[in-house]
């Protein structure tokens, strides 16, 4: 092996655990709660309807504060020294939608695809801002024209999300349980339901395990995603009220030992 060729390698290396030592990094710092996580959210027009883009127009802030609310609350159950451990910021509406995820199911499609959406995101921090540790953005449709939304995602490398969500003042709730779900994604929580079913998984997709009789139970754990009515049944949340966050999941996130 020529020299000229071994430094290139080496040069390659030594890029690739920079990249690697600065994403552990920057995980470990969302989750050493010491400061307020700032998420920004920005939302998308998803669809031709005009019912969308009023929705969209109308969106302030205050839209989402139940989600620091959560959080807020939450991490006083779980003893969490920090008073408020999301800070929810509200970027632009933007005129583009992020890179689509593959419709292949393959490792170099995946990897391809998130290398693209990670860079997407710094472009959109970069000229848009508002400075953020972690970026949502969130892409509204119209109802009336899809009963059906496509699957949400969050990544813990880049630590960023996108959510399909309804544009319908009804459903501010539910879209907020989804965004909440998906943040948590990029801090490390894990999905807690059957991707086949989606019913929550026993015991760390219910919120209250222990709760006797077990069933219906009262609340959905945020990353099982539905409140289960028996063994075969759940319902999903209408917002916060009906959710809470579960050991597992805390545990996950750095929120207890």
């Known amino acids: 092996m020529s020299l000229f060729r071994q430094l290139r390698i080496l040069v390659l290396l030594l890029i690739l655990l920079l990249v690697a030592a600065g994403t552990w990094l920057s995980q470990w710092r969302t989750t050493d709660w010491d400061t307020p996580l700032v998420v920004a959210l920005y939302p998308i027009v998803g669809d031709d309807s005009a019912k969308t883009q009023d929705f969209v127009r109308a969106l302030s802030v205050d839209d989402f504060v139940d989600i620091e609310t959560l959080f807020q609350e939450e991490a006083n159950e779980y003893g969490l020294s920090l008073t408020q451990p999301v800070d929810v910021v509200l970027g632009p509406v933007l005129d583009q939608s992020p890179p689509a995820p593959p419709t292949e199911r393959s490792l170099l499609a995946t990897v391809w695809w998130s290398l693209n959406m990670r860079y997407w995101g710094w472009q959109v921090a970069r000229e848009y801002g508002p400075p953020a540790d972690i970026q949502i953005f969130v892409l509204f449709h119209d109802p009336a024209l899809r009963s059906r939304l496509q699957h949400s995602l969050g990544l813990r490398k880049g630590l960023l999300g996108v959510v399909h969500a309804f544009a319908d003042l009804r459903q501010v709730g539910t879209n907020n349980v989804i965004i909440a779900h998906e943040f948590l994604h990029t801090l490390g929580a894990s999905d807690k339901y059957d991707p086949r079913t989606s019913l929550p998984l026993y015991p760390a997709g219910y ?23 028996s063994k075969n049944t759940a319902v999903q949340p209408r917002g916060f ?8 999941t805390a545990r996950e996130i750095r929120w207890i030992p």
């Open 207 to 229: 919120a209250e395990p222990q709760r006797v009789p077990l069933f219906p139970q009262r609340y959905a754990e945020i990353m099982g995603g539905r409140i289960p009515q």
């Open 241 to 248: 009220s009906e959710v809470l966050v579960g050991e597992s």
